[in-house]
């Protein structure tokens, strides 16, 4: 491989550190209830996605300048780095939805985890290498894209679903706490964030499908990536299905958004760390 400066590792420290600012201002925020620090905590946040978008189109060039070139989204490292960036994106759309800027002191860290967890996981590493025959596929990208998205709003539901859950049972003890969200947005957000992930998912499992096909002439062979996300997906259609049909709510509705967001870690890391399967590589 020819050797050139990675300078989209560069960038992503650079917006690891941004984000860990962004956190404290946000805590700042959450703290002396000024609008002004909220202000500058949404706009050193917007400052380090825009270096981590940057990053990522320089991971881009890199790979071309290689020889290899493809998106960025084929191995563990690229695609912890793209799911920091989804989730700090889909924040920045709740934060303009709902005008809750103190959901980002809970949410803002798990995208500095994201980058960070990069330099612990053995085996992950920001070199570049040729692409293995089943990931020379378009459908890579389109598969990567939707469940990542998914994944990341899944993320959003998770934390609301925890905050929910501490609200409820403080506001039950007759003492709500004054700077979350009241019970009812919280409930609402958890509901939303995964209306908005489930079709990705669904859209992710087809993709993947097509995709199976096209490297290994089956769409669906049971692998436990294929089996793990289908359990992830019923546990959210399961979800819906309840709120629709059955008016879910509150409670069982953050302990349910809970537990897809654990079958979600476990299909992203477990699978690939604890079980053998074609989706090993990743």
Same mark, same amino acid.
């Given at each position: 491989?020819?050797?050139?400066?990675?300078?989209?590792?560069?960038?992503?420290?650079?917006?690891?550190?941004?984000?860990?600012? %962004?956190?404290?201002?946000?805590?700042?925020?959450?703290?002396?209830?000024?609008?002004?620090? $909220?202000?500058? @905590?949404?706009?050193?946040?917007?400052?380090?996605?825009?270096?981590?978008? @940057?990053?990522? *189109?320089?991971? +881009?060039?890199?790979?071309?300048?290689?020889?290899?070139?493809?998106?960025?989204?084929?191995?563990?490292?690229?695609?912890?780095?793209? !799911?920091?960036?989804?989730?700090?994106?889909?924040?920045?759309?709740?934060?303009?939805?709902?005008?809750?800027?103190?959901?980002? #002191?809970?949410?803002?860290?798990?995208? !500095?985890? &994201?980058?960070?967890?990069?330099?612990?996981?053995?085996?992950?590493?920001?070199?570049?290498?040729?692409?293995?025959?089943?990931?020379?596929?378009? +459908?890579?990208?389109?598969?990567?894209?939707?469940?990542?998205?998914?994944? %990341?709003?899944?993320? @959003? *539901?998770? #934390?609301?679903?925890?905050?929910?859950?501490?609200?409820?049972?403080?506001?039950?003890?007759?003492?709500?706490?004054?700077?979350?969200?009241?019970?009812? #947005?919280?409930?609402?957000?958890?509901?939303?964030?995964?209306?908005? $992930?489930?079709?990705?998912?669904?859209?992710?499992?087809?993709?993947?499908?097509?995709? %199976?096909?096209?490297?290994? $002439?089956?769409? +669906?062979?049971?692998?436990?990536?294929?089996?793990?996300?289908?359990?992830? +997906?019923?546990?959210?259609?399961?979800?819906?299905? *309840?709120?629709?049909?059955?008016?879910?709510?509150?409670?069982?509705? *953050?302990?349910?958004? #809970?537990?897809? =967001?654990? &079958?979600?870690? =476990?299909?992203?890391?477990?699978?690939?760390?604890?079980? %053998?399967?074609?989706?090993?590589?990743?």
């Amino acid at each position: 491989m020819p050797d050139i400066p990675m300078i989209s590792s560069k960038l992503f420290g650079i917006a690891m550190m941004i984000y860990i600012v %962004a956190t404290l201002f946000y805590l700042a925020f959450m703290a002396f209830k000024s609008k002004k620090v $909220g202000t500058i @905590a949404t706009l050193i946040l917007i400052a380090g996605f825009l270096i981590h978008t @940057a990053g990522i *189109a320089f991971r +881009w060039r890199e790979t071309h300048l290689t020889g290899y070139g493809y998106v960025p989204l084929s191995n563990m490292y690229e695609s912890l780095i793209f !799911f920091s960036w989804t989730m700090v994106l889909l924040y920045l759309i709740f934060e303009w939805r709902y005008k809750r800027k103190v959901i980002g #002191v809970f949410f803002v860290p798990l995208a !500095f985890i &994201a980058i960070a967890i990069t330099s612990l996981i053995p085996g992950v590493s920001d070199k570049i290498h040729p692409l293995i025959p089943a990931l020379q596929s378009n +459908w890579l990208t389109i598969h990567v894209t939707t469940c990542f998205f998914g994944y %990341a709003s899944f993320a @959003a *539901a998770f #934390v609301v679903s925890i905050l929910y859950l501490i609200q409820s049972k403080r506001k039950g003890e007759g003492k709500p706490i004054s700077w979350l969200p009241e019970a009812r #947005v919280l409930d609402d957000a958890n509901y939303k964030s995964i209306i908005i $992930g489930f079709p990705f998912l669904t859209i992710g499992i087809i993709t993947g499908a097509m995709w %199976a096909n096209y490297a290994w $002439g089956s769409y +669906w062979s049971w692998d436990p990536k294929e089996t793990w996300s289908l359990i992830t +997906w019923f546990i959210y259609a399961a979800f819906l299905h *309840a709120r629709y049909t059955r008016g879910w709510h509150g409670k069982k509705a *953050a302990y349910l958004s #809970v537990l897809g =967001f654990i &079958a979600v870690l =476990f299909t992203y890391f477990g699978v690939n760390y604890l079980i %053998a399967g074609l989706h090993s590589y990743a």
